[in-house]
């Protein structure tokens, strides 16, 4: 079986765009996330212009909210979004 994945068993849940008008979109985005111990976390994404990122290759950076909550993970990606 040389070449082949394992098949993913994990239901990969939709991203939320909370892109701000005038900015592209999927610009700052949230996703609920199970992580390897079962837990559920809110995820938020957000782009990174070429010139301020840390990884050139890596165009995002991501921050685990601490929340199941999509209202409060909003609030939460918002205020991590201003603060990077």
Not at 54 to 81: F, H, I, K, M
Request: aromatic share 8%; charged share 30%.
């Amino acid at each position: 079986m040389l070449g082949q994945c394992a098949p993913r068993h994990r239901i990969m849940n939709p991203r939320i765009d909370l892109s701000l008008p005038g900015e592209r979109k999927n610009e700052l985005t949230i996703q609920l996330r199970v992580r390897g111990d079962g837990r559920t976390y809110f995820y938020a994404r957000r782009w990174v212009p070429p010139e301020i990122r840390n990884n050139a290759r890596n165009p995002y950076v991501t921050c685990r909210l601490g929340t199941v909550d999509e209202q409060q993970a909003r609030r939460a990606a918002y205020a991590w979004n201003r603060r990077i």
